[in-house]
């Protein structure tokens, strides 16, 4: 299949701030999308993006991501994502992405809806690069938000105290961050042992990037501030 990026290059037209809907099949191979994602990605006619998936597009560098997060939506595990991506002309950005499954008349699932938004604030990006500098894996950037793990549950204070503490802050650094006292924050950290099943600390730090917890971001995060508290 000659790819559809190659059908693009005399699009110029600047992206439009919205919700880009797409819906695939089993198989992550497109089958609708409404027409402000059409247009984004400068096709005229539908027909022509029937049966293309994201190795097809644009972001096929990023094309990984969007289908391991597919499968798992597939698999009702069901969460929000933040993912780089680009466009045709090779402008790069991060998009917020919501997944959700479909199902057929038997209530099986058959699909997955996507429902995408561009992330308008600049510092986005620069917030990508600091989160890959303090991220102790080789994975690519993809950052789940809020409580992935259906197996351990966190509160929001929680996970942003496991987030910067996976991160090599230490308690009173964390407190500053969060508006916490060291105390509290130590009280936090021995919840969050208890949750993982840990002794200590180390083990805590260790099971959790094994558990997938460095792409996790807190549910309430701020851009600038995490920024902020990223760069020392």
């Not at 993912?83 to 058959?110: C, W, Y």
């Not at 650094?173 to 021995?190: A, C, F, H």
Request: charged content about 20%; glycine content about 4%.
């Amino acid at each position: 299949m000659n790819k559809a990026i190659n059908n693009m290059n005399d699009h110029n037209k600047s992206p439009t701030i919205g919700i880009y809907y797409v819906l695939k099949d089993a198989q992550s191979k497109i089958i609708d999308c409404n027409p402000l994602f059409l247009s984004y990605i400068g096709f005229n006619d539908i027909e022509r993006l029937m049966g293309l998936d994201d190795f097809d597009l644009a972001w096929q560098d990023y094309a990984p991501l969007y289908r391991k997060h597919e499968v798992d939506v597939l698999n009702q595990n069901c969460y929000s994502i933040i993912l780089p991506s680009q466009d045709i002309s090779g402008r790069q950005f991060m998009a917020f992405i919501n997944k959700v499954p479909t199902f057929n008349q038997e209530n099986e699932v058959s699909g997955v809806a996507c429902f995408n938004m561009e992330i308008i604030n600049p510092e986005a990006l620069h917030l990508n690069y600091l989160l890959k500098k303090t991220n102790s894996t080789t994975k690519l950037p993809a950052y789940k938000i809020g409580n992935f793990c259906r197996e351990v549950k966190l509160t929001k204070q929680e996970q942003a105290c496991l987030f910067y503490l996976l991160r090599g802050k230490s308690a009173k650094m964390i407190g500053k961050i969060l508006n916490l006292s060291p105390r509290t924050v130590e009280d936090y950290t021995n919840r969050l042992k208890n949750k993982f099943c840990c002794e200590t600390k180390a083990i805590l730090i260790e099971k959790a990037i094994y558990c997938g917890y460095m792409e996790m971001l807190p549910q309430d995060f701020e851009v600038n501030t995490m920024i902020t508290a990223l760069k020392y």
